[in-house]
């Protein structure tokens, strides 16, 4: 038995965890075990990739199955990393279609969260670029899914939270880019509602995120830093950076966290410090556009190894919803006032608009999303459970990749799909067999 | 440009031979990868080729089959520059104690196979005049002990086979590299406790291995360097207190 957490490291549960090393190794232990669910890299914040008695970690599934260079299609296993991935396919032209905010999670998981981008809006999930996987269902046996075969289950298994069966590979298609660069706009928010107003306004951008100053209040609530960028091609980078390698390397300084930083350390004041600093410097280049390394812009946080541990040992939660375009406005500005009141740092508050959903247990759906941080502590429960009220009324939802504590009353709200994807478990005989402690705390 | 050497890696699903395979292919070589589960190596042979764009064929081989190592390296499609032999089973050693069958499976898998083949291989090249064998030998090999005298016994028997190989083709300009990696975090260490000073990743024992036979002279190696004066003062223990450790 070991302890497993997710990457919030709360809540802690024990299970048995085995790490098969081949796609035939995993079907037979699906075949006679129950009780379990496949386990990436373990970044999914909350406790869906905890099994209820058995965790498979699925990291030996690490291999390349096919790359063909002329399209852009890719064949991997399902425990490759993203940032494995990017090593190989940008030095030769192509970028994933769509990554998450981190590049240490699996293609697995990606699926299995149907993790979306900073370019939702225009390009979809993850799992709409999904040509065809491989599926290891409960009882062993090893289906193919695809839009012609099977489409039931795939559409099911993306955004699934792997309560499908496990899978063990997957085929998708790339897009081609010229360099590794990003060419960025930033600009300037003074309040939430020019944060919207600009997040639509770039929408024509292929990529776009707000950062948000969650501690500003009043008049200033919700203000923020928008950027947008597109992938720099070779006359941006002759013009912007001639002197410039068009693939520069990944591999930058990483800075660690090497042990569990005291709470106090996140206090109101030091985040405070903080935010003004990034708005500051942020500010500064507005308007302007300019060239980073794709690295920094889409993964900023993981030049930071274990960030997790700055919230000390409690853990922290990461509380993510997406509510409905209409209602977007009001409501994320009286959960902006809530925390802003509450006084509880966040570090992370990301802004995010989003396209048309993929529908079943995929998160996103048209409106925006707002992510938070928030360090474990007993008085944050009941605010998180205010904030779910204003969420389920405006008809939106919570991301189950970060979800930790959602009660199932708030799910069943937020996922009409769910009765559908309950009567699909039970067909395939998943009920009981494969199940998370995620599954098993929400009645999926 | 120079046309591209060939690499053969027996041992093709374990997790060095994985990375040495892959290192050899980064540095432009072909690949053939032997192992007795092909669906297995295909595997690695695919993402080799894939990371790479390396030529990379798989090709069976069961090393306890020694009647077919003649048409084994018969169908090869090129008789290659270079041979790394990673095959290895640590087997278990209570359990070879009182059961010979088990016993003979160790002793054959890493020696009695990786010897002969190697052997027929260094004729080979010989006969073409030119041909780099490696073989992975074990520090269990440099003395017996109690918990693992019979994978330490083979390893041995390949050592002094790789040793004497060595002796013979110098004169004649071929090399023969002993590589001794010590603890490895692998598929056959899984779940153990392992000194970390003392353990070196699959992939760092790939760059020991290419480094060792393409870009140096050196005969016998020891992935980490540490375990050279380890192994020396192992050595220098007198039997008759040696006898009596319990190791």
């Given amino acids: ?256 966290v090497p042990l569990d930083l005291p709470s106090f350390t996140l206090n109101r004041l030091s985040v405070s410090a903080f935010n003004e600093l990034y708005f500051r410097a942020g500010a500064v280049k507005s308007g302007y556009p300019f060239l980073v390394h794709w690295n920094p812009y889409f993964f900023p946080l993981d030049g930071v190894g274990n960030w997790n541990r700055i919230y000390g040992r409690r853990g922290f939660l990461q509380y993510q919803c997406v509510i409905p375009t209409a209602q977007a406005q009001p409501v994320l500005g009286s959960i902006l006032e809530r925390i802003s009141r509450h006084g ?72 009409p799909g769910l009765s559908r994807f309950r009567d699909l478990r039970r067909a395939i005989g998943a009920t009981g067999r494969i199940s998370s402690r995620l599954s098993a705390r929400l009645g999926i | 440009m120079t046309p591209s050497k060939t690499l053969l890696l027996v041992g093709g699903t374990s997790d060095i031979g994985r990375a040495t395979a892959l290192h050899y292919a980064q540095a432009g070589w072909q690949v053939q990868l032997a192992a007795r589960n092909e669906e297995e190596a295909r595997r690695n042979a695919d993402d080799i080729r894939a990371r790479t764009g390396a030529e990379v064929t798989v090709h069976r081989l069961d090393v306890l089959e020694t009647d077919g190592f003649e048409s084994f390296v018969g169908t090869l499609p090129a008789l290659p520059d270079t041979v790394v032999c990673v095959v290895g089973e640590l087997g278990d050693q209570a359990k070879g104690q009182a059961d010979i069958a088990h016993a003979s499976l160790v002793l054959r898998t890493n020696f009695e196979g990786p010897a002969l083949l190697l052997g027929l291989l260094a004729e080979r090249f010989l006969a073409r005049g030119s041909g780099t064998l490696v073989g992975v030998s074990s520090v269990a090999g440099d003395r017996g002990r109690g918990s693992n005298y019979l994978y330490g016994a083979a390893k041995a028997g390949f050592t002094a086979f790789l040793s004497g190989l060595r002796n013979r083709l110098a004169p004649k300009g071929l090399r023969v590299v002993t590589v001794k990696p010590g603890f490895v975090r692998t598929q056959m260490t899984v779940g153990m406790k392992l000194p970390p000073v003392l353990t070196a990743e699959p992939g760092e024992v790939g760059r020991a291995i290419f480094t060792a036979a393409e870009k140096s ?29 319990r190791l």
């Fill in chain 1, 1 to 256: 038995m070991t302890e497993l957490t997710g990457w919030g490291r709360y809540p802690r549960h024990p299970s048995e965890t085995i790490s098969p090393l081949s796609p035939k190794a995993f079907s037979s232990l699906m075949a006679s075990r129950t009780g379990l669910v496949a386990r990436g890299n373990g970044r999914a914040y909350g406790d869906a990739a905890i099994g209820e008695r058995v965790t498979l970690m699925a990291r030996g599934l690490d291999r390349i199955r096919a790359f063909d260079q002329a399209t852009g299609r890719i064949h991997v296993e399902a425990g490759v990393l993203l940032s494995d991935l990017l090593d190989i396919v940008v030095p030769k032209g192509f970028f994933p279609p769509v990554v998450p905010g981190t590049k240490f999670v699996t293609i697995g998981g990606m699926i299995a969260s149907d993790v979306h981008g900073k370019n939702h809006h225009r390009d979809g999930g993850f799992g709409d670029h999904v040509e065809s996987l491989t599926l290891a269902l409960p009882d062993g046996v090893v289906v193919t899914c695809s839009r012609d075969e099977n489409p039931e289950l795939l559409s099911a298994t993306i955004g699934g939270m792997g309560l499908t069966g496990t899978i063990l590979d997957a085929t998708f298609r790339l897009r081609p880019i010229e360099t590794g660069w990003m060419r960025q706009t930033t600009t300037v928010a003074n309040n939430l509602d020019g944060a919207i107003r600009a997040l639509q306004e770039t929408g024509s951008a292929t990529y776009s995120v707000a950062w948000i100053d969650c501690l500003a209040r009043g008049t200033s609530l919700g203000r923020s830093l928008i950027f947008a960028a597109e992938h720099a091609t070779q006359r941006d980078l002759d013009y912007l950076r001639p002197d410039a390698k068009p693939y520069p390397p990944s591999k930058l300084g990483r800075l660690g």
């Fill in chain 1, 344 to 415: 509880h740092a966040s570090f992370l508050a990301v802004l995010k608009q989003l396209g048309a959903g993929h529908g079943d247990l995929s998160f996103p759906l048209e409106g925006f999303t707002l992510t938070l941080d928030l360090p474990v502590s007993d008085d944050v429960f009941p605010l998180l459970d205010e904030l779910d009220r204003l969420v389920a009324e405006a008809g939106g939802r919570l991301y189950l990749a970060k979800d930790a504590r959602q009660s199932p009353a708030t799910f069943e709200a937020g996922y």
């Fill in chain 2, 217 to 245: 002279s050196r005969d016998v190696i020891y992935v980490r360097p540490i375990w050279r004066p380890v192994m020396m003062a192992i050595g220098s223990i007198p039997e008759r207190f040696f006898k009596r450790l």
